[in-house]
């Protein structure tokens, strides 16, 4: 199951870009976060496949969504011109972006190459 997001639970799940400038991960386990908006059309396509992920991987990563039109301070911070957006988060390491709403045989790839995660 995707969970959304706040700020808040970013700086405390994924990385507190307030307290430090260097990258820090504070999660448990490698996550995948989609930058998203509801009136977008490409994130309502992403957003069933981004579910299968979620169950398929479930208890190896974790996945989150991001509301840009709510959390538009978080967007900021990454850069997000457009979207979907979405952010690779390894446990260990430097995290990756890839945007577009790419296929479920992309996002397998990348959750191997870079958050080292296999099914």
């Known amino acids: 199951m ?4 706040t700020k808040e639970a970013f700086l ?13 991960f504070e999660g448990k386990r490698p996550v ?13 396509a992403l957003a069933p496949v981004l579910e299968q992920l979620s ?9 989150y969504k ?9 967007a900021a911070a990454f850069g997000i011109r457009s979207i979907p957006s ?5 446990a260990e390491g430097e995290p990756q972006m890839a945007n577009g709403a790419l296929p479920k045989g ?7 190459d870079v958050l080292k995660v296999e099914k």
């Open 2 to 5: 995707t969970e959304n997001l």
């Open 12 to 24: 405390e799940k994924v990385f507190n870009f307030e307290e430090n400038k260097e990258w820090k």
């Open 32 to 44: 995948l976060i989609d930058f998203y908006a509801d009136w977008c059309g490409p994130c309502k």
């Open 55 to 63: 169950e398929e991987y479930e208890g190896k990563i974790d996945i």
């Open 66 to 74: 991001v509301d840009t039109e709510a959390e538009q301070e978080l």
């Open 86 to 90: 979405m952010l690779f988060c390894p």
């Open 106 to 112: 992309d996002l397998e790839k990348i959750i191997a």
